[in-house]
């Protein structure tokens, strides 16, 4: 396992350089190793501030985003698309400014509920805005990790498997996927299989309980999705998910039906997480171990 992680709505709700700088402070506390953000725009934030904080920390940046529906890549209007290009181009700049080394979520299409099916035409545009953007995110340090999510939150990526046809028609070997256990209880018929068939184009994982809350709540068989994880000999990082209304903010508790507190109190849902974690990982390690005896 690569570098255990927490996202920052677990700390801020991302509204002021001094929210962001805590929740770097945070995470190195609690022992987590790297940290997700939104979208930060550079014109609101001081990202090379951020990013030697970061350092001094030894805390490494990812960020994650979905765009907006008048910025949608998966859409059939041309100056939507070109508009989404343009803000996934400055998301790769930022990320890169920040000093950070992924930018993952809904990079191919709005983040939203959508009315209607993908339309092959927009489906074509967003494979094509995406391999863009690798194009120019190759050579920043910073890769590009596409959120397969549920169907009340994108149209395009909801399985494993569309995720993998759309790698390929991008033509790069430097795009992957970004799965998240959350989504995959709601649209996987096996989530475990589903991180096997991903393989090694997994490139980043979100552990979040069935409920959004504390892990061990709800109803993700976690052994399983350990063993997968050992079974493809994933290397790359682990972020902790979890939200509630008492921190996120206004835009993602629209756009992830957000409605009510999972929970009230950050630092105890932080050091449960990481210690559920390490705790599963630990016990999957000792299984492999165990059926591997003659």
Avoid at 39 to 57: G, S, T, V
Avoid at 59 to 87: F, H, N, Q, W, Y
Wanted: proline fraction near 3%; charged fraction near 30%; charge should be negative.
């Amino acid at each position: 396992m690569g570098r255990l992680g927490i996202h920052s709505f677990v700390w801020t709700n991302g509204k002021t350089q001094e929210g962001l700088e805590r929740a770097l402070e945070k995470t190195a506390e609690h022992g987590f190793r790297t940290i997700e953000f939104a979208y930060l725009k550079p014109e609101l934030f001081d990202l090379d501030r951020l990013a030697k904080k970061a350092q001094a920390l030894d805390v490494e940046i990812g960020v994650t985003m979905g765009l907006p529906p008048e910025k949608d890549v998966s859409s059939t209007e041309p100056d939507r698309v070109a508009a989404g290009k343009a803000m996934l181009a400055d998301a790769v700049r930022a990320v890169r400014d920040i000093g950070g080394n992924k930018l993952g979520g809904i990079l191919y299409s709005a983040h939203m509920k959508y009315d209607d099916p993908p339309m092959p035409d927009g489906w074509k545009n967003s494979v094509e805005a995406i391999a863009e953007t690798a194009e120019l995110a190759k050579g920043t340090g910073v890769d590009i990790v596409l959120e397969v999510v549920n169907r009340f939150e994108t149209n395009l990526l909801n399985t494993t498997a569309q995720g993998m046809k759309f790698l390929d028609e991008t033509g790069r070997d430097d795009v992957r996927l970004h799965l998240d256990t959350f989504h995959m209880n709601i649209e996987e018929a096996n989530p475990a299989a589903a991180i096997r068939l991903a393989g090694d184009r997994l490139g980043y994982f979100h552990i979040g309980e069935s409920n959004r809350g504390y892990l061990g709540d709800g109803v993700i068989n976690f052994d399983l999705i350990f063993d997968a994880l050992l079974d493809i000999g994933y290397q790359r990082d682990i972020v902790f998910e979890s939200f509630s209304t008492a921190v996120v903010d206004e835009a993602l508790t629209r756009a992830c039906a957000i409605w009510r507190d999972t929970w009230i109190e950050n630092d105890p849902l932080a050091i449960h997480g990481r210690d559920y974690i390490r705790l599963k990982m630990d016990e999957a390690q000792r299984r492999r171990a165990t059926n591997a005896r003659p």
